[in-house]
C-alpha cells in the first residue's frame, strides 16, 4: 500500500527556518516524482515544485522559486520541503503528494500545518 | 504559470448532473493529455478522482467522468448525491515538467 506520511504541526516565528518532511512507503521511492502543494487557510491548492529523488532533479513553480528549498534523502525515502526564513504569509497547510498516472498527485500525504506567528 | 480558471462555485440538486470546467492554456491543458482532477472535503486531504483526462482509479464512482476539449477540460458528476458537496480540483502538466492546479470549483447539493 502506498503510503506518504508527513511530519507533524509546527509553530514558528517570523525569521525562523523550517524543515518538514514526508516519509514514504509502498513503492519504489526513486522512480516517481514527488512534490509539494501549498494552501492556504480558505484557499485553494498551488503547485510548489517537484523532485525526482533518484537523482534529486528538482523543478520549482516561479512562484517558489528562491522561497523554498525542495530536496530528498532516497536513504530513508524521504522528501523535504524547507524554508531558511518564514514568514507570516508562509502560514499554510502543506501536502506531499507522488506524481504518477499522468496526475500530479496520485497519492497524497495527510499534509502539515505550518503556521508562522510571532 | 497562472493558474487554471473553474467557476467559483457550481450547485446542484440530488440526481442531477453538473459540469464543472477547467480552463487552460496551450502550455497546460491544450497541451498535455495530463489533466487530473481531485475532490476534497474539509480539512481533508485532496484525493484523486479523474487522471490523464478521462481515466478513474479504482474505488472512484463511475458518476465521476472527464472531457477535453482544446484548452478546457471538464469534470462532469452525474446523479448528483449529498456526498459529493466538496471542493473540487483541476490540474495539468505544464511546460518543463512543472504543474499547476485550477482556481478551484464549490460544489453545493440544494
Known amino acids: 500500500e502506498v503510503q506518504l506520511v508527513q511530519s507533524g504541526a509546527e509553530v514558528k516565528k517570523p525569521g525562523e527556518s523550517l524543515k518538514i518532511s514526508c516519509q514514504a512507503s509502498?513503492?519504489?521511492?526513486?522512480?516517481?516524482?514527488i512534490g509539494w502543494v501549498r494552501q492556504m487557510p480558505g484557499k485553494g491548492l498551488e503547485w510548489m515544485g517537484i523532485i525526482y529523488p533518484d537523482d534529486s532533479d528538482t523543478r520549482y513553480s516561479p512562484s517558489f522559486q528562491g522561497q523554498v528549498t525542495i530536496s530528498a534523502d532516497k536513504s530513508i525515502r524521504t522528501a523535504y520541503l524547507q524554508w531558511s526564513s518564514l514568514k507570516a504569509s508562509d502560514t499554510a497547510m502543506y501536502y506531499c503528494a507522488r506524481r504518477g498516472r499522468g496526475a500530479i498527485g496520485d497519492y497524497w500525504g495527510q499534509g502539515t500545518l505550518v503556521t508562522v506567528s510571532s | 504559470q497562472s493558474a487554471l480558471t473553474q467557476p467559483a462555485s457550481v450547485s446542484g440538486s440530488p440526481g442531477q448532473s453538473i459540469t464543472i470546467s477547467c480552463t487552460g492554456t496551450?502550455?497546460?491543458?491544450?497541451?498535455?493529455?495530463?489533466v487530473s482532477w481531485y475532490q476534497q472535503y474539509p480539512g481533508k486531504a485532496p484525493k484523486l478522482i479523474i487522471y490523464?483526462?478521462?481515466d478513474r482509479p479504482s474505488g472512484v464512482s463511475n458518476r465521476f467522468s472527464g472531457s477535453k476539449s482544446g484548452d478546457t477540460a471538464s469534470l462532469t458528476i452525474s446523479g448528483l448525491q449529498g456526498e459529493d458537496e466538496a471542493d473540487y480540483y483541476c490540474s495539468s502538466f505544464s511546460s518543463k515538467n512543472t504543474g499547476v492546479f485550477g482556481t478551484g470549483t464549490k460544489v453545493t447539493v440544494l
Open positions: 509502498g513503492y519504489s521511492f526513486t522512480t516517481y516524482w
Open positions: 490523464e483526462v478521462i
Open positions: 496551450s502550455s497546460d491543458v491544450g497541451g498535455y493529455n495530463y
